[in-house]
């Protein structure tokens, strides 16, 4: 098998994650455990649905690097046609909106009401978009990122963003993210996130709306 050398890139980092998805599964898990037919609960087919608007709707303009469980995680590098400033943020609406869409059509289809199931209609999305350095190389035959930029954006998935948005649904952009790609902050609301080893972060907080 021939391994590809690693590629030095810069760009832009893109997670998008779904809020609640572990303590949903987990209840659908618990309610279901009894169940004495081969029928998987809707809840995974809607997991999956939503997993593949994301990718959908984010892939192209970005690179699909891989899924992390309730998240996508997509990179592009300087040389590709990635969405700027309103542009960037219309992107991640319309993933946001087709993201609402999928869930909703779910609850409308599906046959189970148990009280775990309905925990569904509170799952949100939220997206990280982070801006910097990072070496793609082959890990297992597969592509892998990796980079203390990297790391940056996976950390910033924990933040008090959700706090400051008033609600689940946000788009949290690094100011290297904004000023690289000339993102306005008119909307937004600004955040200053520390980590150890790294220096402080500041962001900017968007809230998502549909409609």
Same mark, same amino acid.
């Given at each position: 098998?021939?391994v590809? *050398? ?15 998805y572990t303590?949903?599964?987990?209840a659908?898990s618990? *309610?279901? +455990?009894n169940d004495?037919? *081969?029928?998987?609960p809707?809840a995974?087919?809607m997991?999956?649905?939503?997993l593949? &608007?994301?990718?959908e709707?984010m892939v192209? /303009? @970005?690179?699909?690097? =891989? ?6 995680f ?6 590709d046609?990635?969405? +700027? ?12 909106a087709?993201?609402?869409?999928r869930?909703?059509? +779910?609850? %409308? ?6 009280? +775990? ?8 999305? =939220? @997206? ?12 297992? &035959?597969?592509? %892998?990122?990796v ?10 998935? =924990?933040?008090? *963003? ?5 609600? =689940?649904?946000?788009?949290l952009?690094?100011? /290297? ?8 902050t008119?909307d ?7 980590y ?5 972060i500041?962001?900017?907080v968007?809230?998502l709306?549909?409609?």
């Amino acid at each position: 098998m021939s391994v590809l *050398a690693p590629v030095r890139a810069k760009g832009p980092l893109l997670l998008a994650d779904i809020s609640g998805y572990t303590s949903f599964l987990q209840a659908v898990s618990v *309610a279901h +455990a009894n169940d004495t037919d *081969a029928r998987i609960p809707d809840a995974y087919a809607m997991m999956s649905s939503l997993l593949d &608007g994301i990718v959908e709707r984010m892939v192209p /303009p @970005f690179t699909l690097s =891989k899924l992390e469980g309730d998240a996508v995680f997509a990179f592009a590098t300087d040389d590709d046609n990635v969405p +700027a400033g309103e542009a960037l943020l219309a992107c991640l609406a319309d993933c946001y909106a087709e993201f609402q869409r999928r869930r909703d059509v +779910a609850h %409308e289809i599906w046959t189970c009401d148990c009280g +775990a199931c309905i925990l569904g209609n509170g799952l949100d999305l =939220k @997206f990280i978009v982070h801006a910097g350095s990072f070496i793609v190389q082959s890990i297992a &035959g597969g592509r %892998e990122l990796v980079g203390p930029d990297v790391v940056m954006a996976h950390r910033l998935l =924990k933040t008090g *963003a959700a706090v400051v948005a008033g609600g =689940k649904g946000y788009a949290l952009i690094t100011a /290297p993210a904004v000023e690289r790609f000339g993102v306005p902050t008119d909307d937004a609301r600004p955040l200053v996130e520390t980590y150890d080893h790294y220096a402080p972060i500041d962001c900017w907080v968007y809230r998502l709306r549909v409609g």
